[in-house]
């Protein structure tokens, strides 16, 4: 247990080899991880906790770490080094309970360039308990904490009112710790020129102009250069061979491969599992999740996400939210799911129904833009930006009147801001390799099954039945031909694979763009739903999807009469 | 003694630093701000304020933390 960023989960992660998520920045962490870790003979579980500033919990995250103290029989309590007294208190909080404690004294390379000075063993003496150096990220000092564990301690420690417990911490820093003076670096004058209103404004159009055009960049350079390649030149081959060996037509050649269009594999509209089924995930999806990761991780690892809170929170403030909902809204734009469960950093119910109502609803993640790259994108870039404005004005003005309609107020910002870190590359691209290989092993599954389903639902004439039933508001509200109803029946398992049923409709620009837009926003896919219902309950899911498909319906209409 | 030298957080101006001598808000608030390095006693500098109503960015200690301007109100500061 320790405060919030302090390094708990690379610790964790170096105890027991599970990979979990480490950023530079408050609330990384929102629920417990368990792992296994050798001690000895012995095997014991290790649980990594949400970070919290005291047992008084504010948001839920830290609930659930108050919740994991009861359920241990050691605390690691991990203490950030050079901010000693801050961190203390939880410690002292942990001293005064009835559990065995030892200390990590974690970032301890940064106390000797800040000019901070511990004296360790008079900090051992006064806390009675164990207090071990470490440098988790390079794993110094790790293997003394391994040893130490079995030696933490239970101390007698008399249960304090707060302002005594400051007390007492005033006169322990007193005694250990010495600060020397010293210059700010770049890295200083850099932090404060973020969060100022003119130099962090231009700061953050730079950051987030250059994190796009990386994204764009990377995502198609990698297209070009490695995946199209690899399909048209190597994959499309082998199809052809097996679409003459399954001879041309027929159930099993249709499943596999589609419809195969003048001699040749056309791999967005045939739709056979092997075909579009390999290809949307792998050679449309895929480069854009690495790119937007490999960019997304870089902003969280240097610590720059809580000072765009900052400079947000105004805006934030007129959706019913603050500043600090932009972590959960720029992790949606990779997935909504991990998006919903960030809502736990933020401090009222109501907070956390609207961030991730909006999250669901205007925030496309990185698999469904990557689509809309690939597929709108090829009629003309004025396109992506009608879908991207008509998405970001969505979610200010539900925003705007979900901060007038739902009950209560909203509380103020009130956070930490780490200091700037250059974060190693290995570390980088370790986060990056978790995250693809999350999308492989989760997303390309379900991207093969709905390939499928859509095949087996199109034989039995089944899709037909639907598109009759609903004809009237497809055609007649939104403009879109009534087969276009099946993408959004499938878009309810994945979004990617339902834009893509929307390539071999023939569609207009316009149409295109209305289909898209009404696909991001009126329900969430399924991995979605399953955590927006677990996190927020089915009263708040209901009326969260009662607003998804209203506003998706009134969207769809308006742009369908003005474009 | 309340002089001329006890502002408000939020009325400080960036750069200017001072002590904080009383927060005035409940329990809780004091709670927090106290676990983020807020407390009477503590020498602060004001960072920078967001225009439009925004948070204040303070440093306290080796951290920076942004504050509320609601809150930044309930926390005097005697200048220094």
């Known amino acids: 247990m320790g405060n919030p960023n302090v390094g708990k989960s690379v610790i964790f992660s170096r105890l027991t080899g599970v990979k979990v998520i480490i950023s530079n920045y408050p609330g990384t962490t929102v629920s417990y991880t368990q792992g296994f870790m050798k001690l000895g003979e012995e095997t014991v579980e290790v649980i990594d906790v949400p970070g919290t500033y005291t047992l008084e919990p504010t948001c839920k995250a830290e609930e659930v770490a108050l919740q994991m103290l009861h359920t241990g029989d050691i605390v690691i309590n991990v203490v950030n080094a050079t901010n000693l007294e801050r961190n203390l208190y939880l410690t002292l909080q942990l001293l005064e309970r009835d559990i065995p404690v030892v200390v990590a004294l974690n970032i301890w390379d940064d106390t000797k360039h800040r000019g901070i000075h511990v004296d360790l063993d008079k900090l051992r003496e006064l806390l009675g308990v164990e207090v071990i150096p470490t440098v988790a990220l390079t794993g110094q000092g790790i293997k003394e904490l391994v040893e130490n564990i079995h030696k933490a301690t239970l101390p007698d420690t008399p249960v304090r009112s707060r302002d005594e417990r ?302 009759n039933f609903t004809a009237p508001v497809v055609t007649g509200l939104l403009g879109l031909p009534k087969e276009a109803v099946t993408a959004l029946v499938v878009g309810v398992l994945r979004k990617d694979v339902a834009l893509g049923m929307l390539a071999p409709l023939a569609l207009t620009a316009k149409q295109l763009v209305v289909g898209s837009v009404v696909l991001a926003m009126f329900f969430p896919c399924i991995a979605t739903f399953v955590v927006f219902l677990r996190e927020l309950g089915v009263v708040n899911m209901l009326k969260s999807a009662g607003v998804m498909i209203s506003a998706a319906l009134i969207t769809g209409g308006i742009l369908n009469l003005i474009l | 003694m309340s002089d001329g030298n006890q502002i408000t957080l939020a009325r400080m101006q960036t750069g200017q630093s001072g002590k904080v001598v009383q927060i005035q808000g409940g329990g809780g608030l004091v709670n927090r701000l106290n676990a983020l390095g807020i407390r009477p006693s503590k020498r602060v500098t004001k960072v920078s304020s967001m225009f439009m109503r925004g948070p204040v960015t303070i440093q306290v200690d080796r951290t920076q933390v942004a504050v509320g301007l609601g809150m930044a109100k309930k926390i005097i500061v005697e200048l220094a």
Not at chain 1, 400 to 414: A, D, M, Q, T
């Open chain 1, 166 to 467: 400051w007390a007492t911490i005033g006169s322990i820093i007193d005694q250990v710790q010495h600060v020397t003076h010293r210059h700010h670096t770049w890295l200083e004058y850099l932090e404060d020129a973020s969060v100022k209103p003119l130099t962090g404004g231009i700061i953050a159009l730079t950051v987030l102009a250059s994190a796009f055009f990386i994204v764009r960049f990377v995502g198609e350079s990698l297209i070009s250069y490695v995946f199209n390649p690899l399909f048209n030149h190597l994959w499309a081959p082998v199809l052809l061979r097996l679409s003459d060996f399954l001879g041309g037509t027929g159930f099993p050649h249709d499943i596999l491969i589609g419809k195969i269009t003048g001699g040749e594999v056309n791999f967005v509209e045939s739709f056979g599992l092997l075909s579009s089924g390999l290809y949307v995930p792998f050679a449309m999806v895929l480069p854009y999740i690495v790119a937007f990761y490999l960019v997304l991780g870089l902003l969280e690892d240097v610590g720059y996400l809580p000072r765009l809170a900052v400079l947000m929170d105004t805006v934030m403030h007129r959706l019913g939210l603050h500043g600090y909902a932009i972590i959960p809204t720029l992790l949606g734009l990779g997935c909504n799911v991990p998006a919903i469960l960030a809502t736990r950093i933020l401090e009222s119910k109501r907070e956390r129904f609207i961030a991730a109502t909006l999250v669901s609803i205007a925030v496309p993640c990185a698999a469904l833009q990557a689509m809309i790259f690939g597929l709108v994108g090829q009629r003309g870039g004025q396109y992506v930006v009608i879908v991207y404005g008509t998405l970001f004005v969505v979610w200010i003005i539900l925003g705007i009147i979900l901060n007038r309609v739902v009950k209560g107020f909203s509380p103020e910002l009130l956070i930490e801001i780490p200091p700037y870190r250059l974060p190693p590359w290995r570390t980088v691209v370790k986060k990056l390799w978790m995250r693809t290989y999350g999308f492989l092993v989760e997303a390309v599954p379900i991207i093969l099954a709905a390939v499928l389903v859509i095949n087996i639902l199109y034989i039995f004439g089944i899709f037909n039945a639907i598109a």
